[in-house]
């Protein structure tokens, strides 16, 4: 059975070691925690012995803000607790209150969806990979993947008009058609990200350093990942082959033909190479939402859910009735519980959304997997030398805005 | 306004009859029905209510069903009504690629329940954020202290006679 991690308060506690063992607090300013992560390591001589994470610095109460929001006003916010992630926040939440309202969503913005959450990984899976490589050392890899978000934030912004905190997806559709070309600007990009992505692995894969400081370091084998409840890339790095795309679909996932990479070699590498295949699958999604895309309205047909448009709110009297009964009373949703999850760039997403019959959720709890991998980091550092605790913290990809929410 | 899905299955014995073939409920059934007070089948997700002296016993009964991977716990604060605290387990089986919710309920003075984690590990920061937000305390818990607030914050944020603004 894995060990989660003991507090280590004060003396090292190992036997026979008073004198040898040191205590080291490492964060939680520190770059390579990826945001305000705190360890606190019990150390003999190089060598980890115990690991300890101490959460809670980024605690802004996310949960308990959702009670006192209405439905469609928790929207914005959950674009901030997985920060680098925005699109896949907003679906799961959606996901989770259309089930709750069982609401039929249009095919074409489910289309959407499905290509911009997939943006979305990719916009996650670089960011990660830049940090991930600085912090090993290899600083150059940061330039050049920023310089691919870059051009998905600018899609971001064509789309919803905001760069990182999207909010496009709604309860019922989206919040709007999207810009006539769209489409074609992300046809354009994703014709060049396979050679990009080329590009990254020329600069690491062969590379010895690089190499050295992932193989066969940070080890977590399968049957620890999913007890301690690791899910995603650091799971299937692991060699449990499970995605929730292919494996329960939600969001219409089912009508996409992509590979589900996994690796056995259950080590930092092992994560990277997924990560890495990853993209390239994403992109093959892309390409099938592209293709395949159709027409129609972008938003359900329900008036007491869905802001009606702009023009027709000015113009219509029952549109404008709506539109002021929404934004002054919010919407009833039926009294029930729902989990919804998905897959989102680090793993599983879930929302669980209490509803007791009024306007408001009771309770929304979000359930984010970097809060999950975290448990795992002592089982993959110990015994290993203290630099390795960097290459593990950025192989698992955590964002603390998802852990502490 | 959208009505709930036809699909409703409530209520122990109408679940037991009606769905024999989810791998769930024969776990149910096969560990002991009696012990199981609620069930229900709605919008898709299946939930089964266990007394809280049984949930470890439960959890393992499902685990060796084949619903091996944890993925989350909650609590929900049902206040005034009692028992006031709604603990919600939510286990996934990679097999079945099925999941289940696992419900029990807890008396609102000084709740207190059996942890998990000699069952599934990774409940571990589960059962400390619920306990730190919470104040529900987890019997046999490795490590029970707050995870999110300050060690010497006073109060649980999520209780709903907890307030949103203002001070205590």
Redesign the interface.
């Given at each position: 059975?894995?060990?989660?991690?003991?507090?280590i308060l004060q003396a090292p506690t190992a036997e026979g070691a008073k004198d040898q063992h040191m205590v080291l607090n490492m964060g939680p300013q520190h770059p390579s925690t990826h945001g305000v992560l705190r360890l606190v390591l019990e150390i003999d001589g190089e060598i980890v012995v115990r690991l300890y994470p101490e959460?809670?610095y980024l605690?802004t109460?996310i949960?308990?803000?959702c009670?006192?929001k209405f439905y469609q006003q928790v929207v914005p916010l959950t674009d901030r607790v997985d920060y680098l992630g925005p699109m896949a926040n907003n679906l799961c939440y959606c996901l989770a209150v259309e089930?709750?309202?069982?609401?039929e969503i249009p095919e074409r913005a489910v289309w959407i969806r499905v290509l911009l959450t997939e943006l979305t990984r990719i916009n996650s899976h670089l960011i990660w990979l830049g940090t991930h490589a600085m912090d090993i050392g290899a600083l150059t890899v940061f330039l050049y993947t920023f310089r691919e978000r870059e051009e998905i934030l600018r899609i971001f912004e064509a789309v919803s008009g905001q760069r990182m905190m999207t909010s496009y997806f709604r309860i019922g559709g989206l919040a709007m058609e999207p810009p006539l070309d769209l489409f074609d600007r992300i046809q354009k990009f994703i014709n060049t990200l396979p050679e990009k992505i080329d590009e990254y692995s020329n600069l690491l894969t062969g590379n010895p350093i690089f190499r050295n400081r992932l193989l066969g370091v940070g080890i977590l084998t399968p049957e620890d990942a999913?007890?301690?409840?690791?899910?995603g890339p650091t799971l299937r790095g692991s060699g449990?082959d499970?995605d929730l795309r292919r494996?329960?679909p939600y969001s219409g996932y089912e009508k996409f033909q992509f590979r589900v990479p996994v690796s056995n070699r259950c080590d930092c590498w092992g994560r990277y190479e997924v990560r890495l295949e990853e993209m390239r699958e994403s992109i093959k999604i892309i390409q099938q939402a592209l293709d395949g895309m159709p027409g129609g309205p972008v938003k359900a047909d329900?008036p007491?859910i869905i802001l009606p448009d702009r023009e027709k709110m000015k113009t219509q009297m029952e549109a404008l009735i709506h539109h002021f009964k929404i934004v002054t009373e919010g919407?009833?949703v039926?009294a029930?519980?729902?989990?919804q999850?998905i897959e989102s760039g680090h793993g599983?997403m879930?929302y669980?959304v209490?509803s007791d019959g009024t306007a408001k959720p009771?309770?929304v709890?979000m359930?984010y997997p970097g809060?999950?991998s975290?448990?795992a980091l002592e089982t993959m550092c110990q015994g290993r030398m203290l630099a390795d605790v960097v290459a593990v913290i950025g192989s698992i990809d955590i964002v603390l805005g998802e852990i502490?929410? | 306004m959208a009505e709930a899905p036809l699909d409703t299955i409530a209520g122990k014995q109408a679940v037991l009859e009606k769905m024999p073939d989810h791998p769930a409920v024969k776990a149910v059934a096969a560990w002991k029905a009696e012990s199981v007070v609620d069930a229900l089948y709605d919008r898709g997700e299946l939930s089964i209510t266990v007394a809280p002296e049984n949930i470890v016993e439960a959890v393992a009964a499902m685990k060796d069903a084949g619903f091996n991977a944890y993925e989350d716990m909650t609590s929900v604060d049902w206040l005034p009504s009692e028992p006031r605290f709604q603990l919600t387990y939510h286990i996934l089986s990679h097999a079945f690629k099925q999941r289940i919710r696992i419900k029990a309920w807890v008396s609102g003075d000084s709740p207190a329940i059996e942890s998990i984690t000699s069952v599934f590990p990774g409940a571990n920061f589960y059962e400390r954020e619920v306990f730190d937000l919470f104040g529900i305390r987890f019997e046999g818990h490795p490590n029970l202290r707050r995870i999110m607030m300050p060690e010497e914050w006073v109060g649980h944020p999520l209780r709903k006679d907890y307030p949103v603004e203002g001070y205590r």
């Open positions: 059975m894995p060990d989660v991690g003991t507090p959460v809670g605690h109460g949960e308990k803000t009670e006192s089930k709750l309202l069982a609401l999913i007890a301690l409840a690791v899910t449990v499970f494996d329960m329900a007491k919407f009833n039926p029930g519980e729902v989990f999850t599983t879930g669980y209490v009771y309770r709890h359930r809060f999950a975290l448990q502490d929410r | -």
